[in-house]
């Protein structure tokens, strides 16, 4: 199901910023029992997105409501929200543009997660490389070539997710997830105000972490100190996180980190 505007559509104009230059921003949250989880965290990131954008004239109380009403209804399931800045403007000039065009979609909950939390996942180092730009680094914006690029390469591969470098080198994340390891008693994540998405679930988790005196380090590092690590973990909003049983050609076997990580996440409220 599509609704666009708060209207069950599937057509949107060629006019569209969305189309035209990939002008907006998005976010995908798990629903469960007709509840949104981390519904809060989900509005405050499309609001952050759209800050940074410079999107206006979003009428955050309706998308809120038309959230809430879309996933009543469904006992388990994935809500995609995009905005797009809408119609209107001269080249890439936005002046002119109108009232900002919602789009939200239900699709299917990704059964395969709940495997992967028993078998782990097996990770590849991606050949694509992200682009450093802080002035979109760690919004989810709607131009992610990047992400198909490296989803093509990842789909000629038997892992089921792809470590991501940046142009420098650095740990950035995963296709569609972010990032967590463990070396000894220290946590780490990596830095993303140069490159890659800050997700919902990593605030999250960071948070829950700091609260409980579990200090998680964020870091520039490269590809060794994943390979040397003793655990590695990936999450995001839907997964909510998973263990990596294999990074190429190094097995981790380690469970401390995702069973305080997964602790975490069993206790969420939507």
Request: charged share 20%.
């Amino acid at each position: 199901m599509i609704w666009i505007n708060g209207h069950e559509e599937h057509r949107l104009s060629a006019r569209d910023r969305a189309v035209q230059f990939g002008d907006g921003c998005f976010t995908t949250s798990a629903v469960k029992n007709g509840q949104i989880f981390h519904l809060g965290a989900h509005l405050q990131r499309l609001q952050e997105g759209c800050q940074r954008l410079l999107i206006g004239q979003v009428d955050w109380l309706q998308l809120e409501h038309e959230m809430r009403q879309l996933a009543q209804q469904q006992q388990e399931a994935v809500l995609k929200v995009i905005i797009s800045r809408g119609e209107g403007g001269r080249g890439y000039s936005s002046a002119g543009c109108g009232e900002a065009t919602r789009i939200l979609s239900l699709l299917p909950y990704p059964q395969h997660y709940r495997t992967q939390r028993s078998t782990g996942v097996y990770l590849t180092l991606s050949p694509i490389r992200l682009g450093r730009n802080p002035l979109l680094a760690g919004i989810k914006h709607l131009n992610r070539l990047e992400q198909v690029l490296i989803r093509a390469h990842l789909d000629q591969s038997d892992a089921d997710e792809a470590l991501v470098l940046d142009t420098e080198g650095r740990v950035v994340e995963c296709c569609a997830a972010n990032l967590f390891w463990r070396k000894g008693e220290q946590i780490f994540t990596p830095n993303l105000d140069e490159a890659g998405v800050a997700g919902t679930m990593r605030r999250y988790l960071l948070d829950e972490m700091a609260s409980a005196d579990h200090a998680c380090q964020v870091v520039s590092a490269g590809i060794e100190a994943v390979l040397e690590a003793d655990e590695v973990v990936i999450c995001n909003a839907l997964m909510p996180v998973l263990p990596v049983r294999q990074l190429d050609h190094v097995t981790y076997r380690a469970r401390m980190l995702f069973d305080l990580l997964y602790a975490s996440c069993e206790k969420m409220e939507a």
